[in-house]
């Protein structure tokens, strides 16, 4: 498939010279507040560097347990305009982690973990409902569906250790006929049922909670990079035009952070992408597609898909960049944009006629082990990374944390394992730029080689395999 064949038709089309669709969608829903630039010194209890979906939930929970703090939330872009607007909307559950949640901190710990998921799954349901957030949150479950002999294995693994954890009610095995049941793809031979999966219109629940946080009184300001952070303390963030001054900051960054010495070696970035197709719905009912489930496949680059409520397919897939800065890669690369619509078109051959409309991509925030950590940089620094393409529910529990070690509540939240855990690092330059890259690569042309039917080049597989034969939960 070639960029043409897409029927991107004009550059408004083309991925980061526009909104995600979500974004768009959410910012014509309804006339909002503005939030102008920072222009001036302010003084504040809470300064948060950066309005996604953590920075958002911690200044959400600071409102809930301390509405006396004075909170900033200050944003580059817009509230949403970075990954938690961008996002496949899945908030999804960790039983799927658990062989590297039991590999780090042990059976009865990684269950804590988990269940901790799922009330972040539903409390954001409960959000939406309580303020009147029409972010179509459902709970409707996810399907792992495999499209390769051994991702079949990788499905028996999941549902195995879900069992061995006494948790066998969260992840059960799926038949081939049970997978194509909920949805038909011809390519689907099997795989494994999570309860815990609601899916979310990400974009109408950050602009849903930027505008709870207003009406709660908290400060933002849109367009308005931190530049520099010395924490003092007080904590004093720059900006362009004007600077924060307060006990505690929050980075809550995302793949940014790899512009922050304090946590640049946690992480590298890899770039995703999502292809929407235009409605319909009919077509979705041909293949049993009526239920809302998350679905995605078991390949490690993973695929990943969901329906909307006017019956189009949002198809994401991990892109081909890798990198250690942020730039246009992570939202301009039509190759990856190709490789997620030939994805999309070669699991579901029944939409061959349903055009593709849109596409747009993001950055990941991938850490050594695959999983968050939450934690302080510095007694009054404090910052939650690393959710490696999987931060809709754990980014809600995040802010959760973040906002109890700011208060100094001592809650079951800040007990939980990732918490202040022992930081995995990637190596210096220029081995972890170089690395990330190739390794990607190689994921890439291992799964693809896998699903379709051969045997994958060995140096590929090789070097697919590295990072976990380097002591890093990444990887097949
Ligand atoms: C295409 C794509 C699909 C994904 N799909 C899913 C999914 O289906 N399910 C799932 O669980 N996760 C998914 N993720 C991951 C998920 O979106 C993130 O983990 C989550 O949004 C992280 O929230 P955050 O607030 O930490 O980060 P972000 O949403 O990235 O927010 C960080 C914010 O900080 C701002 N910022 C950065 N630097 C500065 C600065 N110096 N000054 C001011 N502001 C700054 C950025 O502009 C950004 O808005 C996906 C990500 C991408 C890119």
């Keep these: 498939m070639t960029v043409e064949t897409l029927n991107l038709e004009t550059d408004a089309l083309h991925p980061g010279l526009q909104r995600s669709w979500w974004l768009r969608e959410a910012l014509a829903a309804r006339q909002e507040a503005s939030c102008p630039p920072l222009a001036k010194d302010v003084t504040a209890d809470v300064v948060i560097i950066g309005g996604g979906f953590t920075g958002l939930w911690t200044a959400y929970f600071l409102t809930e347990s301390a509405p006396s703090l004075g909170v900033v939330v200050l944003e580059q872009d817009i509230c949403g305009g970075g990954p938690s607007g961008r996002n496949g909307g899945f908030a999804s559950g960790w039983w ?38 029409d972010a179509w949150f459902k709970l409707a479950g996810y399907v792992f569906a495999a499209t390769a002999p051994r991702h079949l294995e990788v499905g028996d693994e999941m549902v195995r250790l879900a069992r061995e954890v006494g948790a066998a009610e969260e992840l059960r095995e799926l038949t081939a006929q049970e997978v194509r049941a909920r949805c038909d793809s011809p390519a689907f031979r099997g795989g494994a049922f999570m309860r815990d999966g609601a899916s979310v219109q990400p974009a109408l629940l950050a602009r849903g909670l930027r505008r ?11 367009g308005t990079n931190a530049l520099r952070l010395n924490p003092g303390p007080p904590a004093a963030v720059a900006t362009t035009r004007g600077s924060v001054r307060a006990a505690h900051a929050v980075l809550a960054v995302n793949a940014w952070a790899t512009g922050w010495p304090q946590l640049r070696r946690r992480l590298v970035a890899w770039s995703s992408y999502i292809v929407l197709t235009a409605p319909a719905p009919d077509r979705l009912e041909a293949i049993n597609w009526i239920g809302g489930e998350l679905v995605s496949d078991l390949r490690t680059s993973v695929r990943y898909f969901r329906t909307t409520p006017d019956g189009r397919i949002a198809f994401g897939g991990g892109g081909g960049r890798a990198s250690t800065t942020i730039s246009d890669a992570f939202t301009r690369d039509m190759r990856a944009v190709v490789e ?15 055009p593709i409309v849109d596409a747009w991509g993001g950055p990941i925030d991938v850490s050594p082990t695959h999983l968050p950590t939450f934690g302080s940089v510095q007694p009054n620094v404090h910052y939650a990374l690393g959710y490696t393409g999987n931060g809709v529910a754990p980014s809600h529990l995040g802010g959760r944390v973040l906002a109890d070690m700011i208060t100094g ?32 690569r190689a994921i890439i042309a291992k799964d693809t080689a896998e699903e379709k039917g051969r045997r994958p080049n060995p140096l590929a597989e090789a070097i697919a395999r590295l990072p976990r034969r380097l002591g890093y939960l990444l990887g097949p």
């Design 212 to 222: 709870v946080l207003l009406e709660r009184g908290v400060s933002i300001y849109e």
């Design 96 to 133: 799927d982690e658990l062989d590297g949640l039991v590999a780090l901190y042990g059976p009865e710990a990684a269950v804590r973990a988990c269940r901790a998921i799922s009330t972040s799954i539903r409390s954001i349901g409960e959000f939406c409902s309580e303020h009147h957030v």
């Design 340 to 354: 997620a619509a030939e994805g999309f078109r070669l699991l579901f051959p029944s939409f061959a006629d349903v």
């Design 409 to 440: 509540a001592d809650t079951d939240e800040v007990r939980l394992p990732m918490v202040n855990a022992t930081p995995r690092r990637f190596p210096p330059q220029p081995f972890r730029s170089i690395g990330a890259a190739v390794v990607r």
